[in-house]
């Protein structure tokens, strides 16, 4: 039996590397799409079942016979025992934001090979290991937050950095999350439509659930899953019922609305909006992944974008960034992602009901996330290479019709107005050029592999605006969600200053927290809308330089965590993510603000605009976009040094502690050799 076992992890290893070697090395004709989901899941397979072992039995040594947190501060509130599939389909619908849906699709203009390899190995050797490790040694410390561990496993200096470093780069998260789903339906009544029945929607199965029927989840669940469907298919004739203008808005009017729904949904009580729509799209989001897999399964389509492409240089029109470190950055979320640590250090733990549950939870959940990134990533590109870029370069690079197939054709990517345009009259939109953020793309992809196994083209509309939707509640889901973690750290911030402010039960502190988020990740978010660049080109690099340096916190809590713990012989498990994150997030970090390239540094581009502002051909339309665009580049500096300081204190506070640790750790060993 033991023969056997062996003989099919061996079978699954060579099955993995034969599909990876396909895809890295197939330079004739372009390989199935399918290869990359056999390559995913065979590591995710191996991954799981030896290296989340190790980490389980000698680096966390979790043991069932140890009680929980949830078990020994059983309240039925906040500590609340819970079966592990639940308690696994919670935190991975908490973890599951829009990063692993986006950033593969914007990080594709590098082509296919680098986000492949990145997303699969990030994972299993990074993300998985920090929100496992993270997850375990929040249970051992009563469920505490990522910010108070880091208090005490740091100290009080780098302990208030992290924590003020996690609220600003949560402001830059959430800015950009909005950034994307305003992008998706701007000008699209069919989009906007749908997207705002999801509120009212979730607001019913609230009230139902918690007033009307209380604890028939199934009634409430069939009920929001039906509304949410007809939402899909009736947005199609809103225009045609004479109030589609009611949708029909650019970016920056939807800007104002997405930023009112994230001050509504942090002040309203967490029944009546946000716990039901996180609950709904749970259901859809594992729905939609799940056919998806199944679509690529049954068309298995080619990938039509090369496995590397001339953008590798840092010239790409998405984004500016060589391929090193700005391919790592983008992907984000897909191999690893800061924001995990906020969820496996918060409710998760006081969840978990048996200590080795955490392996499931922590490693399994990541590995799931991971999977939807290479999915993403297939959507993006097996589309033309020339839809592709089209449909996700800036107005502000490309243009516009035909100036913009032309551009787009110079590149080496060829693409017609007549194609384009038939594209979008077959996913009901009136246009898809310069539908800058990564979800437009991916909805196109999507409804594809969709329409190719379940339908035919006469309905690629309907699955096209499906796919907006389900990304939308992706994005609006963690956007809320996001708010209310970032308006709990505030408080906890101003009770320093004074602590009747951090009364989270005093509503006047509620309103004012909130309303001090929302205006700075709103701030963000309205700048990147009137941004002739598209704001995802400035926006995202630094999301990602973010969300990696919120990672790097972590890693550097955890591994100060094993060292503690008398575990310092494991700690390249941690080490390893967190030098390859220091390396990756400090050479994007810097590079955004020295690097003398145009479409890369932010100063660099500010200067690029003093001087076009100075000549005399200048028109004031022209100068007052200019002086908007130098603005923008300049708060964007600003907010990049604050993230390389905070991240450089952090581990050099670590650094001094765990010499310290390691040195007194050494002395004791010492002075015990000579008793003995």
Not at 204 to 215: F, L, N, S
Not at 647 to 676: F, K, N, P, Y
Request: proline letters at 4%; hydrophobic letters at 55%.
């Amino acid at each position: 039996m033991i023969l056997l076992r062996r003989a099919g992890w061996l079978a699954a290893a060579l099955l993995a590397a034969y599909a990876l070697w396909l895809v890295a090395f197939n330079r004739g004709e372009q390989p199935s799409v399918l290869w990359f989901t056999v390559a995913a899941l065979g590591v995710y397979a191996i991954g799981y079942r030896f290296y989340s072992r190790f980490i389980a039995e000698r680096v966390l040594e979790l043991d069932d016979s140890r009680l929980t947190p949830a078990i020994r501060l059983s309240n039925g509130r906040d500590y609340v025992p819970t079966p592990r599939w639940i308690t696994f389909g919670h935190h991975f619908a908490a973890i599951a934001g829009p990063g692993p849906l986006v950033g593969p699709v914007l990080a594709a203009q590098f082509g296919y090979l680098p986000s492949t390899i990145w997303i699969i190995f990030g994972a299993v050797l990074g993300g998985c290991v920090q929100d496992f490790v993270i997850l375990g040694c929040s249970l051992r410390r009563d469920g505490r937050s990522l910010g108070r561990m880091a208090r005490e496993e740091i100290g009080p200096v780098g302990g208030f950095t992290a924590l003020a470093g996690v609220l600003l780069i949560m402001v830059i998260l959430i800015a950009v999350l909005g950034l994307v789903v305003v992008n998706a339906m701007k000008h699209s009544v069919w989009a906007t439509s749908t997207v705002a029945a999801t509120i009212p929607i979730a607001m019913i199965v609230g009230i139902y659930m918690t007033h009307i029927r209380p604890g028939q989840v199934l009634e409430a669940s069939v009920i929001g899953v039906v509304l949410v469907l007809l939402a899909v298919v009736g947005g199609q004739y809103v225009t045609a019922l004479g109030f589609g203008g009611w949708f029909d808005h650019d970016a920056p009017k939807l800007a104002i609305a997405v930023i009112a729904y994230g001050f509504f949904a942090s002040v309203l009580p967490i029944w009546l909006l946000l716990a039901p729509r996180d609950y709904l799209s749970a259901y859809i989001k594992i729905g939609t992944i799940v056919a998806l897999a199944i679509g690529i399964l049954a068309t298995h389509p080619m990938a039509q974008m090369p496995a590397l492409t001339r953008f590798i240089d840092g010239t790409g029109p998405v984004f500016g960034g060589k391929v090193f470190p700005f391919a790592f950055i983008t992907v984000a979320c897909g191999a690893i992602s800061g924001f995990h640590s906020l969820i496996a250090s918060g409710t998760t733990p006081k969840m978990i009901e048996h200590e080795r549950d955490a392996r499931m939870v922590g490693y399994g959940s990541m590995l799931m996330e991971s999977f939807v990134a290479v999915m993403a990533l297939i959507a993006a590109v097996m589309l033309k290479p020339g839809i592709y870029f089209a449909i996700n370069a800036p107005a502000g690079v490309i243009g516009a019709g035909a100036a913009a197939c032309a551009k787009v054709s110079s590149w080496g990517f060829p693409v017609g107005l007549d194609e384009m345009q038939k594209l979008a009259a077959a996913v009901g939109e009136t246009s898809l050029f310069s539908r800058t953020g990564g979800a437009p793309s991916l909805a196109v992809g999507m409804a594809q592999i969709f329409a190719g196994a379940m339908g035919g083209g006469a309905v690629a509309a309907l699955w096209y605006h499906f796919a907006i939707m389900f990304e939308a509640l992706f994005i609006l889901s963690t956007l809320d969600a996001g708010t209310r973690v970032a308006r709990f750290m505030l408080q906890d911030l101003l009770g320093s200053i004074a602590r009747s402010l951090a009364d989270s039960a005093s509503y006047l502190n509620i309103l004012l927290s909130s309303s001090i988020v929302v205006a700075a990740w709103g701030y963000f978010l309205y700048s990147g809308t009137i941004d002739p660049l598209g704001g995802i080109n400035s926006l995202w690099p630094l999301f990602g330089i973010a969300n990696q340096m919120l990672a790097t916190i972590a890693l550097c809590v955890a591994t100060s965590a094993l060292i503690r713990s008398g575990k310092g012989r494991y700690v390249w498990v941690t080490m390893l993510p967190l030098g390859w994150l220091l390396a990756v997030t400090t050479t994007a970090g810097l590079e955004k603000i020295l690097s003398p390239a145009v479409n890369i540094g932010f100063v660099a581009h500010a200067r690029h605009l003093e001087s076009e502002l100075a000549l005399p051909a200048t028109t004031p339309a022209r100068a007052a976009e200019i002086a908007r665009l130098i603005w923008n580049d300049r708060v964007d500096t600003f907010m990049t040094i604050c993230f390389l300081i905070i991240v450089a204190i952090v581990v050099s506070d670590s650094l001094r502690v765990w010499l310290r640790l390691m040195g007194r750790d050494a002395i004791s060993s010492e002075a015990t050799e000579r008793a003995a």
